[in-house]
């Protein structure tokens, strides 16, 4: 099985341009998470989605930032207009519905992919 | 509303030494709590959880944990340094039924030869 892949790996961006990035789960997980960590500090919770579904963004931007996760295909995390600000790593995780409820409940061990560090210039 | 607090931004220890990384946590409900593990550039890998089973956790590489509720601690120890233990380490939380984890700031662990 798979670990959480996220690509790319590192993106370069000059300022005012846009980011995609990239979440792919891993199989079996319907629960995904976006974390930011600046230079130096710890993980930032960003935003909780589950299929086709935003359930909590209450740790993204409110202005350029915005995150899906399609019935079909990767969770994606958008930044647009991007600032130098920005510079960081995001990080994706992923969760299986917890066991023996409802499977919009996620177990609570969530698992990270390798992050994808941004550079804006 | 949950909080983490890692004591000491850099710990350094001789290799063969004990480990020791400290973790308050502040939870008005029963929290599961997490210790992770990250290498330079690389994601964050889980070394051990604690779910309200037994307090004295286990995890990979001779890692464990101790919850405490009457301190509200959860410090990871581990009896003998090596030198592929370097690497910055987050104490986490989260709820039952919840899904936000909240982590610690972070402590690096240096080890010395």
């Known amino acids: 099985n798979a670990g959480v892949m996220q690509n790319p790996r590192h993106l370069v961006r000059r300022r005012g341009q846009e980011a995609r990035l990239r979440c792919s789960p891993m199989k079996g997980h319907s629960h995904v998470y976006w974390y930011r960590q600046l230079p130096e500090e710890g993980l930032k919770f960003m935003v909780y989605?589950?299929?086709?579904?935003?359930?909590?963004e209450s740790g993204m931007p409110k202005e350029r930032f915005s995150a899906e996760f399609p019935k079909e295909g990767p969770s994606i995390l958008r930044i647009q207009q991007v600032v130098r600000g920005d510079s960081a790593a995001y990080f994706c995780?992923?969760?299986?519905?917890?066991?023996?409820?409802?499977?919009?409940?996620?177990?609570?061990?969530?698992?990270f992919g390798p992050g994808t560090r941004l550079l804006v210039l | 509303a949950q909080s983490v607090t890692q004591l000491g931004s850099h710990v350094s220890v001789s290799e063969g030494a004990l480990v020791l990384l400290r973790c308050n946590y502040s939870?008005?409900?029963?929290?599961?709590l997490f210790w992770y593990v990250q290498y330079p550039n690389q994601g964050l890998q889980l070394l051990l959880k604690?779910?309200?089973?037994?307090?004295l956790v286990k995890g990979i590489n001779d890692f464990e944990a101790e919850f405490k509720k009457s301190e509200t601690s959860f410090h990871l120890t581990k009896p003998s340094a090596h030198m592929s233990d370097a690497a910055e380490y987050f104490c986490?939380?989260?709820?039952?039924?919840?899904?936000?984890?909240?982590f610690g700031a972070g402590t690096r662990l240096f080890v010395k030869a």
């Open positions: 604690y779910t309200s089973a037994a307090t």
């Open positions: 939870s008005s409900v029963p929290p599961y």
């Open positions: 986490a939380v989260s709820t039952t039924g919840g899904f936000k984890t909240i």
């Open positions: 989605l589950q299929k086709e579904n935003i359930i909590d």
């Open positions: 995780a992923s969760s299986p519905p917890a066991l023996g409820g409802s499977p919009l409940r996620p177990q609570e061990t969530q698992y």
